[in-house]
């Protein structure tokens, strides 16, 4: 998506709907877009996506099979998985991940983890014991808490599952060739050796397991305002956003 300068909104819009649940497929600018809306309302931005990825590294990192449900299912219960503000980062990061106190932020990013981080994300026990935790924090700062006056949580089934009460749900949206692209600059920008063929068939095979799985499948919430990304810049998507929550807290 191409960038462009965002200005803060008004004091009516400023006061946002205390939930934004921002869903969608890889790649569809979830990250980028929620980063940005919660930074306008002072809200905490929370991709619920890192947590799944966390758990995907530490299977890879200590030699464990991503594919034994079992396994993957004690790490999501057992990791100390800490999920912070950006702080003085400037490497382009949206948030700050670490585990067991170990910033893993760019790790989580790796294409090993990327194809099999939707394999994890399927195990019940898995997704038992993030959502959980995701639920939590979503109470936590709902009203606004420890600075923030709200929250902004992304991933894949957060208007469906995690927080289907939110005031305010998002579904992105854009062709896999369109993801599969944004991607790939992704990855070539970090220095990431890969071709364009397999992050695109990573992600096509990505969609099939997100979409297909009989634990909380990947699609739009009944009440979601589904947003096309395709061709869009930041801005025009963020703008977008704000309105709606311009219109659900009622503001004139």
């Not at 947590?51 to 991503?66: E, K, S």
């Not at 099999?116 to 997704?127: E, G, K, M």
Request: charged share 20%; aromatic share 6%.
């Amino acid at each position: 998506m191409k960038p462009a300068t965002i200005t803060a909104p008004t004091s009516d819009q400023a006061r946002g709907p205390g939930v934004i649940a921002i869903d969608g497929p890889a790649a569809s600018g979830k990250s980028t877009v929620g980063f940005a809306v919660a930074g306008l309302f002072n809200y905490l931005f929370f991709d619920t996506g890192a947590m799944y990825r966390v758990v995907t590294w530490a299977a890879l990192d200590q030699g464990t099979d991503p594919h034994n449900d079992a396994a993957v299912g004690t790490l999501a219960e057992e990791l100390d998985i800490a999920i912070l503000p950006v702080g003085t980062a400037r490497d382009g990061r949206h948030l700050t991940v670490l585990v067991e106190g170990q910033d893993v932020t760019w790790a989580i990013r790796s294409p090993e983890v990327d194809q099999n981080v939707s394999a994890v994300a399927a195990v019940p026990r898995v997704r038992a014991a993030l959502s959980q935790h995701q639920r939590q924090i979503g109470a936590q700062y709902a009203h606004g808490f420890a600075g923030m006056h709200g929250i902004v949580m992304v991933g894949r089934d957060i208007g469906t599952v995690v927080l289907p009460d939110a005031p305010l749900k998002i579904y992105l949206d854009a062709p896999v060739e369109e993801r599969a692209n944004r991607r790939f600059l992704e990855m070539e920008k970090r220095g990431k050796t890969t071709s364009f063929a397999q992050v695109l068939a990573d992600m096509q095979e990505r969609d099939r397991i997100d979409s297909q799985r009989a634990i909380a499948p990947l699609r739009p919430a009944e009440d979601a305002h589904i947003i096309s990304t395709a061709g869009l810049g930041v801005l025009e998507i963020v703008e977008r956003i704000v309105a709606l929550a311009k219109a659900t807290c009622g503001a004139d």
